[in-house]
């Protein structure tokens, strides 16, 4: 017995239709692998001791912040009207990182994906990229101004809306303010260990939940939280070799995370460190 089908108009995700037309155009290719969020797990257990809560999604942002501004060829979009016979394929890279965050929340009654923006990672502390997170996470989250864009676009004639959201994304210059640099998403809240999107950046990064695993340390098999990361990286702006150095770096950055504040002293400065002088012998002896 077959049931009768529901009319709805999907006016609180019209944004996300729009985008998902918009963003056909791009090559993407998926990567990921394994982080060992022990150093990570233990952070977050001291700030909660101290009455502190630091959600997965924030660590996630500070390391890439510093990632991608050590990668800068990797905070980058594709200037817009390629294609063409008569236009030479060509990137326009920037100087700050800011992330546009995948959030899901209720607006107007209706369950929808809101794209928050975390802007100036690159410099920003953990705290401070908290607070931000928080703010986008309340229960009002969408009636602030920073969705006024979005609630505007379910209220337009679907041929107007199209217009507005293109128009807002013609300038490749203005992209950082309107859709970020690299995308952010989580379902780490869920049963779902990896996944992988295309989040209309050069680098979409994809989050799972956090689960113990079987990992070897000094030759033993011990159980350790380990969390699946998943980058999506448009091959039109960046080759896998850059990504998968990325990929590499993020991995390493979380692992070995220490912002100092357990300590009252500053954090590192991974720039420094053998990992990244590695990673840049890698990336120079590549053969691909």
């Not at 990896?194 to 113990?212: K, P």
Request: charged letters at 25%; hydrophobic letters at 40%; proline letters at 6%.
């Amino acid at each position: 017995m077959s049931g009768t089908p529901v009319p709805h108009t999907e006016r609180r995700r019209r944004h996300t239709l729009y985008f998902l037309e918009w963003a056909a155009d791009q090559r993407p290719v998926h990567l990921d692998t394994e982080v060992d969020m022990t150093r990570i797990q233990e952070h977050r257990g001291a700030a909660r001791a101290e009455g502190t809560r630091v959600s997965v999604v924030s660590y996630l942002l500070h390391a890439t912040g510093r990632v991608l501004a050590r990668h800068p060829r990797a905070n980058a979009v594709l200037a817009p009207g390629w294609p063409s016979a008569l236009r030479r394929p060509r990137t326009l890279r920037f100087g700050e990182v800011t992330a546009k965050l995948a959030l899901d929340r209720t607006l107007d009654g209706e369950r929808t994906v809101l794209s928050a923006l975390v802007p100036g990672l690159e410099s920003a502390s953990l705290q401070e990229i908290q607070d931000r997170v928080d703010r986008y996470r309340g229960a009002d989250a969408g009636t602030l101004p920073e969705f006024k864009g979005v609630r505007m676009l379910g209220r337009l004639p679907v041929p107007l809306g199209r217009a507005a959201f293109a128009a807002a994304l013609r300038s490749p210059r203005r992209r950082p303010e309107v859709f970020g640099t690299v995308s952010v998403s989580s379902l780490g809240h869920r049963d779902v260990d990896g996944f992988h999107s295309a989040g209309g950046t050069a680098v979409t990064l994809c989050a799972g939940r956090i689960i113990d695993r079987a990992v070897v340390r000094a030759g033993q098999v011990v159980p350790a939280p380990v969390m699946r990361l998943g980058l999506t990286f448009d091959h039109r702006v960046i080759d896998g070799a850059t990504a998968a150095d990325v990929l590499s770096d993020l991995r390493h950055s979380m692992e070995e995370f220490d912002d100092g504040s357990r300590e009252g002293v500053p954090g590192p400065d991974l720039r420094g460190t053998d990992h990244d002088q590695r990673a840049a012998r890698g990336l120079e002896q590549s053969p691909r």
